[in-house]
């Protein structure tokens, strides 16, 4: 029998995807939901929701007649769902995998829900299954030093064997971008710096797989010049040493011209 392909969904904003999952939580909390408790839930004026309701009800996603209680149709119900999983799925990733405090997972989880896709879903999806499913990816994420933990807490286990490939797990013997010559490239690693610095690098474009050539080698004194993903980029001897680099792979890449792939 072949699978029946499942309807696109409705196409809506943000706060209207908001309005029909807070609608479904309180008709699963209360059995209802109306006008007052959806704003005070949703932090907005009872007049906003009004005005949100009436385009969803001609949309067909919710059964509303004023000073009545509203509900949600079968096709809106079927999108509240699915913002609610995504937002379900995202918290568990940043919260479970990702080691975020619960409140900061769902924060972040509410900002991300509505522009994840279907097939990213299904990715990350993927990844929660191989986490909770296999014992040796579990293992290695629990004891990986890379991997993040609340109050960034390390783990003493023992690593598996693969991991000796990993520059964070090999000692003073890992090479950053302070250690390579004019000419030469890599691959970025990771970063080993402090948050803040660990995030202005990253927001540099300095992504674990990004390819990276040094240009020009650094001192003390002078910045290091080196181009990542196509553009050119200075760093400072400090800054060039927390970049942690795996040689021999960024011959190839596409780096004479700037790429917006992600």
Known sequence: MKDVPAKAPVPMSEPHEDTLETIWLLEREHGS???RDIAKARGVKAATVSIALGKLSSAKLVNYARRE????TARGERAARRV???HRLLARLFGDVLGMPPGAAGKQACTLEHALTGDAMDRVARLLELVEACPSVAESLAACPLAPRP???????????ACRRCPETAGSGAESVADLKRGQDAVVASIRATAARRRRLLDL??????AIVVERSGSRARALRVVCQGAPLSLRQADAACV??????????PEGRLSWTR
Not at 69 to 72: F, I, P
Not at 151 to 161: I, Q, V, Y
Not at 244 to 253: C, E, I, M, Q
């Open 33 to 35: 939901a109306r006008v």
């Open 69 to 72: 209680s509203v509900s949600l």
């Open 84 to 86: 609610f999983s995504r």
């Open 151 to 161: 109050g960034d807490a390390r783990s003493r286990r023992r690593l598996p064997p």
């Open 205 to 210: 474009g300095l992504l674990p797989g990004s």
């Open 244 to 253: 942690l680099v795996r040689r021999g792979g960024a011959s190839g890449a």
